[in-house]
């Protein structure tokens, strides 16, 4: 809701400052860049006072031309662009029409993905037993790392999952115990016991 509410407030800032200028005045063009919330997609927003061809030109930090589109016989446009397949970084967005150029940096850095429902339980007093289990993992694969009370690695392995996964640890140690659980995406959860 607050994204729709940013964006409809953009647009009629745009409409706003387009219409405020004055026949005698020059020409302004107006760009505004959204970022839609918990995506990698920005939502381009242009307006100009008279159609014409209008270029849009997207530049990495390193100033190289990474994308490029052209509109004919519009006066401006909303467009999302999806920058998933960018790396992290400082991005320049720059609209070409027929009076001159208009630019806005952004910055993007890619969503995370939601961490998954990672559960780690004790389930015996006397042998030390421990219930790991992934809800919803998908087809990736996660490892499993049990380390005693002077953190030294007792055990690791990697468990290829698909959709759910549930395992019984049984860990003779003295003292505290370690488990951690890291997925393909860098999420980690570990609890001591």
Do not use: C
């Amino acid at each position: 809701m607050k994204t729709k509410s940013l964006f409809l407030a953009a647009l009629v800032t745009l409409s706003a400052v387009v219409s405020a200028v004055g026949k005698d005045e020059p020409r302004t063009a107006v760009l505004a860049v959204v970022p839609q919330k918990g995506s990698e997609v920005f939502k381009v927003i242009y307006k100009s006072e008279a159609q014409s061809r209008i270029k849009m030109n997207i530049y990495n930090a390193a100033a190289q031309l990474i994308y490029t589109e052209s509109f004919t016989g519009i006066d401006g446009f909303i467009r999302p662009v999806n920058f998933s397949q960018l790396s992290a970084g400082e991005y320049t967005i720059e609209m070409i029409d027929a009076v001159g150029k208009t630019t806005q940096k952004i910055n993007y850095a890619p969503v995370k993905p939601a961490p998954k429902n990672i559960h780690i339980s004790s389930i015996g007093k006397d042998d030390q037993k421990f219930l790991v289990s992934v809800a919803d993992a998908g087809e990736e694969t996660i490892t499993i790392r049990i380390y005693d009370n002077l953190s030294n690695l007792i055990h690791a392995e990697k468990q290829k999952v698909n959709g759910d996964f549930a395992q019984v640890y049984v860990v003779k140690s003295t003292g505290n115990v370690t488990i951690e659980v890291s997925d393909e995406a860098g999420n980690i959860k570990s609890n001591r016991f």
